[in-house]
């Protein structure tokens, strides 16, 4: 029996359900986090574009989308003004200097400093050491003074606990029910969105209505990145009145073990630790039903804010300062697969999701979605005594009142979100499908990038590690495994898959984390693109809201601390980034600054070299054997008469050319990927040989993508360009005349051919004229980005082969690449 002092009473798990199965285990400081989705806004006339431009060519292409609003959404009822404008108004009205309650910004500073890295103790023992009490001067001389201090900064919603009551199925001596009591710490969801909301800092990247995206002006190609731009906003706005604003909430919990990433909290609010006890008053066959009970009980206590909220909307001022009639309904649930399975209260040999049965989820087909009202009335029935078949046909667990029970327009089996990580990456990809190809290729497999030593000595696998070796995996085995085992897309898999059973491969495919992947067209569909729903956040920011935390209390009574910790981080990010004016003259120094130590310099536009060349005045017979450019000679003079026609000096053998390692090449942005340019690193390194104790280095001789035609039109496209490896980067001396254009001599591949059919990868070769390869000089400047880098063991594979596939997976911007030119 789980009780406190505001709910009802729970039913011990000591009848008919008991003993469950003990699948599932509470690891320490397990916390749900919310996460409210902050998009781009979509325009608010029907079908527009956001920018198009006119190419040099004459022809014009759109760096926009195209959007369609579905819903009279998002209205502003009237001008408010938001907590961090108060707080900035209060500031600038008040008495007190803009440093307060610190002395200065020095003070400020080292405040910032002492609550980010060092805990109660390690801050204790700092304030107390000689040299800063006697040469700091600070104006708090313990840790109870600063803390004071730090507590009087505006913060985010308040912590709150509250104590539950837990009656086991055990008796003591004396025969009385023995009985935990937990803690559960949390603060109001609805104030957490109303923080998010109405943060200024969000204010450019807020949506506020739902809309469709389209590639094309004619709505032929629709785009579904962002949760504004997916179906489940669209579908649910027509559920609430006209005008009303959605704040989609993506609720995570994790208790897994971490490992470090980079991720970002700045959308994400913590809003409970939620309590991991052994539950010792129940006997060991009633623990895990326990402990999946007192979850959701601790979980529906949480999130009950959520449901009046979600029924009736709450007025919020919102970032851009006005206010709206706000919705706050859970749309995503994000974790692990026992996770979820334990919130959809079924068991871990089914699927949260569906109701395909435990023996078939192997056979890819569609099964009937899991329904919240359905579900809710089986397992009522299962706690007044019924025995419904259909608990035990949809392989449900005892837990009678899930805590999303009453959440209003959300269905939970829906908002189970593709798990990149676990699923695919770590469960098909590296459990399964390299397993299945190491077995049907070679014994001995060839070391790919960044595996040096093959795959089979990596005993932890990061997030990165899975994303490299997918990049190669289908030019790898292409033309080594049985066509059929290349089918790629999942539908395809499941009509071949066959071939690894007729090897001796594979004996079944029930596997659940394949089974998963069927889901994920739907989940796309209905919340955007998967990547926005990773675990590798939540497990991230596990390390922020929990270890951290722990770590940084005294390890007694440590979960007021963990939240007061949290609460003291909130307080500095808010008054760092929004209650002081940025200094813009910082940003502009600091880029200055790094300009002057950069080790390199701006030859172009988009190409970078470095300041001087790795090998000065080299001659060209050095460049036609180091490099192995036969024809440097005559492609040069075929450069020269096209491009500088008015220079009548013939290079011969006598001249000398600055020589360099690599060019970087600076892509602008693909949107369809993301903001960030792009950065290919190209090579032309001829072999180094070792010397005493200094090893050698092998030759690296890059493929790249060559411009053959405008290239303003052509950014985003394979139309009008060509696959060259790059053997040498140079400059013209001086007495060619002052040309500040880099150059490279390339050789040719043949254009892009027919995708080979199993694979569907482009494949090209070696191009030849009069039975030497076809090489040029051109501009680096024509250089748009390294297409493929794959070596074998020995040797460099380039000069090995002469055909090739072309690895559209090579990165992001290549695939992206590939799929709009397949469209052409």
């Known amino acids: 029996m789980i009780e406190d002092n505001d709910t009802e009473n729970l039913d011990t798990p000591n009848g008919p359900d008991s003993p469950p199965s003990a699948d599932f285990s509470n690891h320490d400081h397990p916390h749900p986090s919310a996460d409210m989705d902050n998009n781009p806004a979509p325009r608010k006339t029907p079908c527009v574009t956001v920018e198009e431009a006119e190419d040099d060519d004459g022809t014009f292409s759109y760096t926009g989308r195209f959007f369609d609003p579905q819903a009279d959404a998002g209205w502003a009822l009237y001008e408010g003004e938001t907590k961090f404008e108060g707080y900035k108004r209060d500031q600038e009205e008040g008495s007190e200097h803009p440093w307060s309650p610190f002395e200065d910004a020095e003070e400020w500073d080292l405040a910032q400093w002492l609550v980010k890295n060092l805990g109660q103790t390690r801050t204790d023992e700092f304030l107390k050491l000689p040299i800063t009490q006697n040469r700091t001067k600070v104006s708090f001389h313990n840790n109870r003074a600063f803390l004071q201090k730090v507590n009087g900064l505006p913060h985010g919603p308040e912590w709150s606990c509250r104590k539950v009551t837990v009656r086991g199925n055990l008796d003591d001596e004396n025969g009385v029910p023995l009985q935990d009591e937990v803690e559960l710490w949390s603060r109001d969801p609805v104030e957490c969105v109303k923080e998010l909301i109405g943060n200024p800092f969000f204010k450019e990247d807020m949506a506020y209505s739902p809309a469709r995206a389209y590639a094309d002006h004619a709505g032929q190609h629709r785009v579904i990145d962002e949760m504004w731009m997916a179906d489940w906003w669209g579908e649910t706005q027509k559920a609430l009145p006209k005008g009303a604003t959605i704040a989609p909430i993506i609720l995570s919990s994790d208790k897994t073990c971490l490992s470090q990433r980079q991720a970002s909290a700045r959308a994400t609010v913590l809003i409970g630790y939620l309590p991991a006890v052994k539950l010792d008053c129940f006997s060991s066959d009633a623990h895990s039903l326990a402990g999946y009970r007192l979850f959701h009980h601790c979980m529906a206590l949480l999130l009950h804010p959520l449901i009046a909220a979600g029924q009736n909307g709450v007025e919020m001022v919102c970032a851009d300062s006005l206010v709206r009639h706000v919705y706050p309904i859970l749309a995503a649930y994000v974790a692990d697969f026992p996770e979820q399975c334990l919130v959809a209260c079924c068991k871990e040999n089914r699927c949260p999701k569906c109701l395909v049965a435990a023996d078939e989820r192997g056979n890819g087909f569609e099964s009937v979605m899991r329904d919240p009202e359905s579900t809710k009335e089986i397992l009522e029935r299962r706690k007044n005594g019924q025995h419904p078949p259909e608990f035990e046909e949809n392989g449900l667990r005892a837990i009678y009142k899930p805590f999303w029970a009453d959440l209003p327009h959300a269905n939970i089996f829906l908002a189970f979100t593709p798990n990149l990580l676990h699923q695919l990456h770590k469960g098909v990809f590296k459990d399964h499908l390299v397993k299945w190809c190491i077995d049907i290729a070679i014994p001995d497999y060839p070391g790919l990038r960044h595996f040096k030593k093959g795959i089979s000595t990596v005993k932890q696998w990061t997030g990165s590690e899975h994303k490299e070796m997918q990049r190669v995996f289908v030019g790898l085995l292409s033309g080594a495994v049985p066509s059929h085992v290349l089918a790629t897309a999942l539908g395809v898999f499941h009509a071949n898959k066959d071939v690894l059973t007729e090897l001796a491969i594979r004996e079944h495919f029930n596997i659940p984390k394949l089974h998963q992947l069927t889901h994920y067209v739907q989940s796309i569909m209905l919340f955007g693109a998967a990547d926005g729903f990773n675990t590798e956040l939540p497990e991230r920011l596990h390390i922020d809201f929990a270890k951290d935390a722990y770590r940084a209390s005294n390890k007694r009574d440590y979960e007021e601390q963990m939240a007061l910790w949290l609460q003291r981080q ?54 036609v054997t180091a490099h192995g450019a036969t024809d440097f000679l005559p492609a040069l003079q075929s450069f020269l008469r096209k491009n500088l026609p008015h220079i009548n000096i013939i290079p011969g053998i006598q001249d000398h050319f600055d020589v360099y390692r690599q060019v970087v090449i600076e892509a602008p942005p693909d949107r369809r990927v993301g903001d960030t340019p792009k950065r290919w690193h190209v090579r032309a390194r001829p072999e180094v040989v070792a010397s005493g104790r200094k090893p050698g280095c092998p030759a690296r001789f890059d493929m790249a993508l060559i411009s053959d035609g405008p290239r303003s039109s052509r950014l985003h496209t394979l139309d009008g360009v060509r696959v060259a490896q790059v053997r040498a980067i140079f400059t013209l001396p001086r007495q060619f005349g002052i040309y500040s254009r880099a150059l490279a001599y390339i050789e040719w591949f043949t254009p892009f051919r027919q995708p080979d059919p199993s694979s569907r990868l482009q494949q090209v070769s070696r191009s030849t004229r009069q039975l030497r390869r076809n090489a040029a000089v051109i501009h680096v400047d024509e250089i748009m980005g390294q297409s493929v880098d794959v070596t074998l063991r020995r040797g460099n594979a380039y000069e090995v082969v002469n055909d090739f596939y072309f690895n559209e997976f090579i990165d992001s911007e290549m695939f992206s690449v590939s799929v709009i030119n397949s469209r052409l």
Request: aromatic residues 4%; negative net charge.
């Open 570 to 623: 909130e307080a500095v990010f808010l008054r760092e980034h929004h209650l002081f004016d940025s200094d813009s003259d910082s940003d502009t120094d600091l880029e200055e600054v790094e300009a002057a130590s950069s080790n390199t310099t701006t030859i172009h536009t988009g190409h970078t070299l470095a300041k001087a060349p790795a090998h000065p005045h080299q001659t060209v017979e050095k460049i």
